[in-house]
């Protein structure tokens, strides 16, 4: 690192603007930190059920009703992408009858219309006042914590089950206390 640097010291004036631009570059991009924890795994997360997340919702008071209204804004997105995709294609396929310009018109009413509706849910359910990134990421670390001390009870049993010990002199079994250090 310090090789690096010492050789963009030479570059002068184009060196001391390279280090501006990735410096401002890691900045902007500074919030994908957040996810590093969730998307840098060597495996990845059990998917949840909607059972799991009505179970987030209701044992947590604060993210809970943030990630509730959340799922239901997504309502007004689909909407609007399907009014959306059927005007534009519509009205495409009145004026033009041409196969492909009903896709595109299609698919571009569909993008234009869940953008809408993304907007629309915004302001009516005034998702502007929350922390949607910080809902969406309490959630994830909630259903790792959730998945993980799962795996370390189910762990902890079969290890239990690995020391069960015969005991040869009086024909019993000794489960052996075992412990996970944290």
Known sequence: MAEESSHLSSWGLLGKHYEEVKEHW??????????KKTLGRAEPLPTWTEADVEEFIASDPVYGPQLKALRESRKYAVFGALLGAAHLGGVSWKYSKSPHGF??????????????????????????NIDKEGA????????????????????????????????????????????MIS
Do not use: M
Request: charged residues 15%; hydrophobic residues 50%; glycine residues 6%.
């Open 26 to 35: 890691r900045r902007n991009f500074a919030f994908l930190d957040y996810y």
């Open 103 to 128: 896709v595109l018109a299609t698919g571009f009413g569909a993008l234009c219309g869940g953008i809408f509706g993304s907007e629309v849910a915004e302001h009516w359910k005034q998702l502007y």
């Open 136 to 179: 969406n990421l309490k959630f994830l670390y909630w259903w790792e914590d959730k998945t993980l001390a799962s795996l370390v009870s189910a762990a902890i049993f079969d290890l239990s089950l690995v020391f069960l010990i015969p005991n040869l002199k009086s024909n019993q079994l000794i489960l052996t206390n075992c412990s």
